[in-house]
């Protein structure tokens, strides 16, 4: 098991008939009749910032997709951690207790995703907008550290599978970001 990630464009909502029980065969016989993948969005109540703009609802998305592996789940912690180190000096945990504290998202370059779910969720377009932004703005910054840890210029030491392994999940998350920017949404499934 692990986690995959998939981030769809242009989301309209559609509604479920009357009468309809989510994931029966009759659900399932409706979906297959919609004009593209039915995808039934929520809000996280624990991350309520990373779900603005999100209907709770069904949607078809009509625009681009776009989905990759995040990896394991210890994977994409391992990841995630290594972003905070490589973005902001400072571990997953640190970035967690600084959004605790009630430091905002727009303080905290990358937060929305150190601080979210490692198993489901959704993230909605708003989210996704500041997070395409932080993966340009900081590409060369975030890479630039990382070349410190795999040359070991740096207290935190990564390998060459490591290195290589983050830059290509860094690309993959880039991309999720810039299609779920337009109205859209990163499933995390």
């Known amino acids: 098991m692990g986690l995959d990630i998939t981030a769809i464009s242009e989301v309209e909502p559609i509604e479920i008939p009357e009468g309809i029980k989510l994931w029966s065969d009759e659900y399932y016989d409706w979906e297959n009749e919609q004009d593209g993948y039915v995808w039934n ?72 995703i150190i601080n979210f779910s490692d198993a489901d969720g959704t993230i909605g377009p708003i989210a996704s907008q500041k997070l395409y932004n932080d993966f340009v703005q900081y590409e060369k910054d975030v890479l630039n550290m990382l070349d410190r840890f795999y040359l070991k210029f740096e207290e935190h030491e990564i390998d060459g599978e490591t290195y290589h392994w983050f830059k290509q999940k860094y690309k993959d998350w880039k991309e999720t970001f810039r299609v779920a920017s337009n109205n859209g949404a990163v499933i995390f499934h």
Do not use: K
Request: negative net charge; aromatic residues 12%; hydrophobic residues 35%.
């Open 41 to 112: 969005l929520y809000q996280d109540e624990v991350f309520p910032e990373q779900g603005e703009g999100l209907p709770n609802s069904a949607v078809v998305a009509h625009g681009e997709d776009f989905g990759h592996r995040a990896g394991s789940y210890s994977g994409y912690n391992e990841w995630r951690n290594l972003l905070a180190r490589a973005a902001l000096n400072l571990t997953d945990e640190q970035v967690w207790a600084r959004v605790d504290s009630g430091v905002g998202y727009t303080e905290i370059p990358f937060g929305e």
